[in-house]
């Protein structure tokens, strides 16, 4: 099962590494000296990372792992460790030496400035993924 926000909360998600990546090519354009345009060219690949990342974010749940894919890193966590789901909402798991973890899901977290269409598709998101993870 796949679970990713809104294709229009995709675009706005994309839009924390777009904004600045494009902010990056006009000064790399109007740089004078080679390592301010170097120094700008390793931003925009920086930021076009978190711009594709960001269209990305999301939840594959699969018969084993829980899959979730963040900004800047992806956690693949096994279904048996997974202890619970909060409403922050994160995951809730334990590593197999036993230590407790949590790992935010960035896709599904709201804002009071969100549309209630919005904030329902997470809402139902949310549910869906609490339901497969109960044991």
């Known amino acids: 099962m796949e679970l990713s926000p809104l294709t229009l909360n995709r675009l ?14 006009a000064y790399a354009v109007r740089a004078d000296d ?12 920086g930021f076009a990372v978190i711009a594709i990342r960001g269209y990305r974010l999301g939840v594959r749940c699969e018969q084993a792992t829980l899959v979730i894919r963040g900004y800047l890193r992806t956690r693949v966590i096994a279904r048996e460790s997974i202890t619970g789901i909060t409403d922050f909402p994160a995951v809730r798991w ?15 977290m709201t804002s009071t400035g969100e549309i209630s269409a919005t904030r329902l598709h997470k809402e139902r998101a949310l549910g869906k993924l609490q339901r497969w993870a109960r044991p």
């Open 34 to 45: 080679v390592l301010s345009r170097l120094a700008a060219c390793l931003a925009v690949i």
């Open 94 to 108: 334990t590593t197999h030496r036993g230590r407790k973890r949590w790992t935010p899901i960035t896709a599904f």
């Open 12 to 25: 706005a998600n994309s839009l924390l590494g777009a904004g600045p990546a494009a902010g990056g090519i």
